[in-house]
């Protein structure tokens, strides 16, 4: 059982490139998430999905697009990417709701912007 | 001030010992709280889910809640080398996920 597959694991892009962070599921969750990780910061929500068709801003959004393709699938894209954007990512998804307080998180993917 | 206020350690212990982490928050609305657990270069894993107040034991693991502090603990008892990770504490006000807060994490070390 593979849970939440990210990809990239690793990425390095020039300031002003874009990408797309890829992320999959396979415990038929309606909701995914997209966090970023720094150093002295902690998780912080960029974007999420409550349901297929449906995407909502978190805490930190700007920079940042995503796109929920099918209940599998939520990706999170760099339109333009800028050093402040180098961090890890992490990709999550939970069952509607999350009441259990169980989000199940994939291995992260770490980007760094030169 | 951060919501959540987390010790980022390294915290280092030999292996049998008891373990204690903790967290403050300043929002007294906060009603679910959680500990994860994140290995080096993995995503986090949940550990312990308490709602409200209260404790609650899992094997070798406590959660403890005292809302009256804004305060919570985890106590890891008979510490193994497998426990070294970084512990992160989330609370959040309302069920869901959307508006989870996350501590910083604290870097533990079982040494053998």
């Known amino acids: 059982n593979a849970g939440v597959t990210q990809t990239p694991k690793f990425q390095v892009l020039k300031t002003g490139q874009s990408m797309t962070l890829q992320c999959a599921q396979d415990?038929?969750?309606?909701?995914m998430y997209w966090y970023r990780q720094d150093p002295g910061m902690g998780l912080r929500l960029i974007y999420y999905s409550a349901s297929e068709g449906t995407t909502d801003k978190g805490e930190v959004p700007n920079g940042y697009n995503v796109s929920r393709l099918n209940k599998r699938e939520f990706s999170l894209r760099l339109e333009s990417a800028a050093p402040s954007q180098t961090s890890v990512y992490f990709c999550?998804?939970?069952?509607?709701?999350?009441?259990?307080?169980?989000?199940?998180f994939g291995e992260g993917s770490r980007l760094t912007v030169l | 001030q951060k919501e959540v206020e987390q010790d980022p350690g390294p915290l280092s212990v030999p292996e049998g010992a008891i373990v204690s982490l903790n967290c403050t928050y300043s929002n007294s609305a906060f009603q679910y709280f959680m500990w994860y657990r994140q290995y080096s270069r993995k995503g986090p894993e949940l550990l312990m889910y308490?709602?409200?107040?209260g404790n609650k034991e899992d094997g070798r693991f406590t959660a403890q809640v005292d809302k009256s502090s804004k305060y919570i603990s985890l106590f890891i008892r008979d510490s193994q080398p497998s426990d070294s990770a970084t512990y992160l504490c989330a609370m959040s006000a309302l069920t869901g996920f959307q508006k989870l807060v996350f501590g910083t994490g604290t870097r533990l070390l079982v040494s053998p």
């Open positions: 308490t709602y409200s107040s």
């Open positions: 415990m038929n969750h309606n909701s």
């Open positions: 999550a998804s939970s069952e509607s709701g999350g009441s259990t307080g169980e989000l199940f």
